[in-house]
């Protein structure tokens, strides 16, 4: 079972502040997923990154995997009160193994 | 489309009571389905998984047991609840391994 370190834990900002969130594992993953899960609900995928040094991008949300697939960041520019939620990164070593969760990085954003 | 569906989506239990909570998975066939558990807002814990009808994998050994007596069923069980067995049960699914797991709305279990 792999372990997948988010840091950091919580992170409390201002409206219009700029983030950055990290996941990290000594395992190499063939893939890696974040997710954004908000009280009383479900995750909710928001991206998947494949190969190492990739960078995705979604709105204002920028994705990037490490070159050796070890670790992810996700940063959020601009932030507004709508990013609050909690941010989980998943991982999957290889076929045959189910997807691990980080702890989360619990985020709030005030106005 | 497919849909997940779990419930209930809360319950409270006296402790030594049993568990029964289900999940059914609509429009696919043959999913990977999973049973999460999630402490005070932190990260999900695997607790089992399952490819296929009536076979299961258990990832924490513990209280719970599960079974999946049709292809897309996924039950989570307990003969005798423990306070510890309190949190948020999330049931969830994918086509294959490592892509996208799809969640249901979770069952929030207070064992009293």
């Known amino acids: 079972t792999q372990l997948l370190k988010q840091s950091p834990q919580f992170l409390s900002i201002q409206e219009g502040e700029n983030l950055t969130v990290y996941c990290n594992s000594s395992?190499?993953?063939?893939?890696l997923q974040w997710y954004r899960q908000e009280p009383g609900e479900g995750p909710v995928l928001l991206v998947t990154?494949?190969?190492?040094?990739e960078v995705k991008k979604l709105k204002r949300l920028t994705f990037q995997f490490g070159d050796a697939r070890k670790d992810s960041s996700l940063h959020i520019t601009a932030a507004q009160p709508g990013d609050t939620g909690l941010y989980l990164c998943?991982?999957?070593?290889?076929?045959?193994?189910?997807?691990?969760f980080g702890k989360g990085t619990s985020l709030l954003v005030t106005p | 489309s497919q849909t997940i569906h779990q419930w209930p989506a809360t319950l409270v239990q006296p402790v030594g009571s049993p568990l029964s909570l289900e999940c059914t998975v609509e429009?696919?066939?043959?999913?990977?389905l999973y049973w999460y558990r999630q402490a005070a807002g932190r990260g999900l814990q695997l607790l089992f998984y399952?490819?296929?009808?009536?076979?299961i994998s258990s990832e924490v050994p513990q209280n719970l047991s599960a079974s999946r007596p049709q292809d897309r069923q996924f039950i989570l069980s307990s003969k005798k609840l423990l306070l510890s067995d309190s949190g948020f049960y999330l049931c969830?699914?994918?086509?294959?391994?490592?892509?996208?797991?799809?969640f249901g709305q979770g069952t929030r279990l207070t064992v009293v």
């Open positions: 969830a699914w994918s086509q294959g391994w490592n892509t996208e797991a799809f």
């Open positions: 395992s190499v993953f063939s893939s």
């Open positions: 990154v494949v190969t190492g040094g």
């Open positions: 998943a991982g999957g070593e290889s076929a045959g193994y189910a997807l691990n």
């Open positions: 429009g696919t066939s043959n999913p990977n």
């Open positions: 399952s490819v296929g009808i009536g076979q």
